[in-house]
């Protein structure tokens, strides 16, 4: 099973430099988040997406934008990419079934922004 | 808001000692809780968990029982192995708007020696 894949692993930016982090999981999930996971910090939700169709804010949305292409797909975007935002981004995926939210992670992509 | 607390690593143990992990919460309404595990290099992967008061979770020798008159979910081992090194995460989910965001807290760090 493939679970949740993310794209790229690995990734050195430029300040000012725009990409895209790629997301997609196969386990026909409703919810689907974004994390940044810093030193000391844990884990900070960027944004998240409860369904098709929808995103919001979470807790440090500043500097990034999101797309949620289909139920499988959720993408984060940084338009002009900044040192502070050198980091470990996770995506998640969860379904709410009875009290159950266990969330799935991907491997996360390290990103470096110089 | 929602809230977890969790104490600070990293905690360092000889190979078959006893181990603690505390974490607290603040939630509003019965959330689910929580323990993931991050290997280096790897996402977080769910170890445990536990949806309502006084519920045991368990899984490879790891328990944390649901306190909801001390708002706690410890995580214990009775006997830790090397390969038990990895930084833990105490995580609740609850209702936030018709939605369920999983909320961290910041991780513990492990390191067991042989």
Known sequence: N????????FQVLKTGQSMTLQCA??????SMYWYR?????????IYYSASEGT????????GYNVSRLNKREFSLRLESAAPSQTSVYFCASSEWTGGNTEAFFGQGTRLTVV | GNSVTQMEGPVTLSEEAFLTINCTYTATGYP????????????????????KADDKGSNKGFEA?????????HLEKGSVQV?????YFC????????SYIPTFGRGTSLIVHP
């Open chain 1, 55 to 62: 995103t919001d804010k979470g807790e440090v949305p500043n």
């Open chain 1, 2 to 9: 493939a679970g949740v894949t993310q794209t790229p692993k």
């Open chain 1, 37 to 45: 996971q810093d030193p000391g910090m844990g884990l900070r939700l």
């Open chain 2, 65 to 73: 029982t649901y306190r909801k008159e001390t708002t706690s979910f």
């Open chain 2, 32 to 51: 689910s809780l929580f323990w993931y595990v991050q290997y280096p290099g790897e996402g977080l992967q769910l170890l445990l968990k536990a949806t």
């Open chain 2, 83 to 87: 390969s038990d090194s990895a930084v």
């Open chain 1, 25 to 30: 999981q196969d386990m026909n999930h409703n």
């Open chain 2, 91 to 98: 995580a609740l989910s609850s209702s936030s708007g018709g």
